[in-house]
């Protein structure tokens, strides 16, 4: 399939030179044009023109970091005005429901938005098995799938645009939740004397594992918090946002994801 891409950053060129790997013909957007030897050696294109990215493709992937990001590129810019009918729109950033519901309403007649957030790391694009939860049309999804299952499985549709990234926020609240819980683990059996190395292994092995206490692993603790607030910081803030919007509160992994974000 033709695919068009919007978003180069770390997950955004994971998934591009994974969809590449499948055999799509797929055409990048890169802000001047800047060098991408991995994508390009893959077989991709690059363009410093937004509308060249979409002007030909069935789907495009838009994976811009945060919702403002997603209001100038893909709704404020017209970029859209140059999609063709029937091309399906995979939204795969991070934010509050209101933005992906306010691209959708933004599309012109012919082009369908899809709510297409995810989890998972570069090494879960190139093996094809990032989770994919999807909010929006399901002929549409049908039609992308081609694309999306090049670096997702499973692909779990939810209802309408919105939906995926509700469980989104959730799913990464629970992570800061779950992460800050980690560290103080961690810090609780170094402060006893405990090897950390050796206490991160007996707790992966046991009850109290889980997949965030294992990214600590070959990392310092306050090293690792500090790789993960440039994500953790806007995701939580965003579940906040969404939370208040439609009256919900989550006390306890609030009080647990309390050092993430602004609020």
């Given at each position: 399939?033709?695919?068009?891409?919007?978003?180069?950053?770390?997950?955004?060129?994971?998934?591009?030179?994974?969809?590449?790997?499948?055999?799509?013909?797929?055409?990048?957007?890169?802000?001047?044009?800047?060098?991408?030897?991995?994508?390009?050696?893959?077989?991709?294109r690059i363009t410093g023109s937004l509308q060249d990215a979409v002007r030909d493709a069935e789907v495009i992937g838009v994976g811009l970091f945060n919702d403002a990001q997603v209001r100038?590129?893909?709704?404020?810019?017209?970029?859209?005005?140059?999609?063709?009918?029937?091309?399906?729109?995979?939204?795969?950033?991070?934010?509050?429901?209101?933005?992906?519901?306010?691209?959708?309403?933004?599309?012109?007649?012919?082009?369908?938005?899809?709510?297409?957030?995810?989890?998972?790391?570069?090494?879960?694009?190139?093996?094809?098995?990032?989770?994919?939860?999807?909010?929006?049309?399901?002929?549409?999804?049908?039609?992308?799938?081609?694309?999306?299952?090049?670096?997702?499985?499973?692909?779990?549709?939810?209802?309408?645009?919105?939906?995926?990234?509700?469980?989104?926020?959730?799913?990464?609240?629970?992570?800061?939740?779950?992460?800050?819980?980690?560290?103080?683990?961690?810090?609780?059996?170094?402060?006893?004397?405990?090897?950390?190395?050796?206490?991160?292994?007996?707790?992966?092995?046991?009850?109290?594992?889980?997949?965030?206490?294992?990214?600590?692993?070959?990392?310092?603790?306050?090293?690792?918090?500090?790789?993960?607030?440039?994500?953790?910081?806007?995701?939580?803030?965003?579940?906040?946002?969404?939370?208040?919007?439609?009256?919900?509160?989550?006390?306890?992994?609030e009080a647990a994801a309390a050092r993430w974000g602004s609020a």
């Amino acid at each position: 399939m033709k695919v068009g891409w919007i978003g180069l950053g770390r997950m955004g060129e994971a998934f591009a030179i994974a969809t590449l790997g499948k055999g799509h013909d797929l055409i990048a957007h890169s802000r001047g044009e800047r060098p991408r030897p991995a994508l390009t050696s893959a077989g991709g294109r690059i363009t410093g023109s937004l509308q060249d990215a979409v002007r030909d493709a069935e789907v495009i992937g838009v994976g811009l970091f945060n919702d403002a990001q997603v209001r100038e590129v893909l709704i404020d810019s017209g970029v859209m005005g140059a999609m063709k009918p029937g091309v399906v729109v995979a939204l795969h950033t991070t934010g509050t429901p209101d933005v992906a519901e306010a691209a959708a309403a933004a599309a012109p007649a012919g082009v369908t938005v899809l709510d297409a957030t995810f989890s998972g790391t570069e090494a879960n694009a190139a093996a094809g098995d990032i989770r994919l939860f999807v909010g929006g049309d399901e002929a549409a999804l049908e039609r992308a799938r081609p694309v999306l299952s090049a670096y997702c499985s499973p692909i779990i549709h939810l209802g309408g645009v919105g939906a995926a990234r509700r469980l989104k926020l959730i799913n990464n609240l629970l992570f800061a939740a779950q992460v800050a819980l980690g560290a103080e683990a961690l810090g609780a059996a170094q402060a006893l004397g405990l090897s950390v190395e050796k206490a991160l292994e007996g707790l992966s092995l046991s009850s109290g594992g889980s997949f965030a206490l294992n990214t600590f692993k070959g990392a310092a603790i306050e090293a690792r918090l500090t790789g993960l607030a440039h994500y953790l910081d806007k995701d939580v803030d965003a579940a906040r946002a969404a939370a208040r919007a439609e009256g919900l509160t989550f006390p306890l992994m609030e009080a647990a994801a309390a050092r993430w974000g602004s609020a």
